[in-house]
């Protein structure tokens, strides 16, 4: 369990330090240009038909559950074949899911990002459907809009940390990389045709890129002596 809160603080303090806060700024200044241009709504207007949204429905289930369910089958397997490396792996992506998680829910607590019209959000339900921009719904502040849905994606957060630190742990194995990427992908682009905008996504992808990439690093590097 320790080896989860490798250099925890320090790669907190990495995420918005130097060059990784220009990142943060980015994903900011985009989901303002995205938001600000009307883009936001006019992609949410162009995927919402339930004939696209049966397809990628099933991201947001995958994308709860493997952050905690797919690192627990890898700390059984390399519990049981006694593979250091693969217990190690496991609790990076571990460290990296818990970062993105966090991070998101606390930028949510202050954007109070409001979702786009969807059945089944108590906050949105009522305009499922709606031909009204809502897109442009933050209220700012703290705890005004909640901290499980909102701006970033913490869906689209932690599949990009994860996905970046195993990148980072695991850079010349083509395969995994490519489907590493795959799965954050489909995270992201599932959940932006779903329960989040666009630009949520977005923010989401360069954000958890940050966190996974801190991370990974982080546990490549030797400890100090």
Not at 2 to 22: D, M, T, Y
Not at 48 to 76: K, N, T, Y
Not at 116 to 139: A, W
């Amino acid at each position: 369990m320790p080896e989860l809160f490798h250099r925890l603080p320090r790669n907190v303090i990495a995420i918005f330090s130097g060059r990784n806060l220009l990142w943060h700024a980015l994903a900011i200044g985009l989901t303002a240009l995205i938001v600000m241009s009307g883009f936001d709504w006019s992609y949410y207007l162009s995927t919402r038909g339930e004939s696209f949204r049966s397809l990628v429905r099933p991201a947001i289930m995958i994308g709860g559950a493997v952050p905690i369910f797919g690192i627990l089958l890898l700390l059984l397997i390399g519990a049981i074949g006694r593979n250091r490396r693969t217990i190690t792996t496991a609790w990076a992506l571990g460290q990296a899911a818990i970062l993105g998680y966090l991070i998101s829910c606390c930028y949510k607590a202050f954007t109070g990002r409001i979702p786009p019209p969807f059945r089944g959000f108590r906050m949105s339900s009522g305009n499922e459907g709606s031909v009204v921009d809502t897109s442009h719904g933050f209220q700012f502040g703290f705890l005004k809009g909640g901290v499980f849905w909102g701006w970033p994606s913490s869906h689209t957060t932690v599949a990009f940390a994860m996905t970046a630190c195993l990148i980072m742990l695991y850079p010349k194995n083509k395969a995994l990389v490519i489907l590493a990427v795959l799965y954050a992908l489909y995270i992201g682009l599932g959940v932006s045709v779903s329960i989040h905008w666009l630009s949520e996504f977005v923010a989401g992808a360069i954000i958890g890129s940050v966190i996974g990439t801190v991370v990974g690093r982080s546990f490549n590097s030797p400890a100090p002596q």
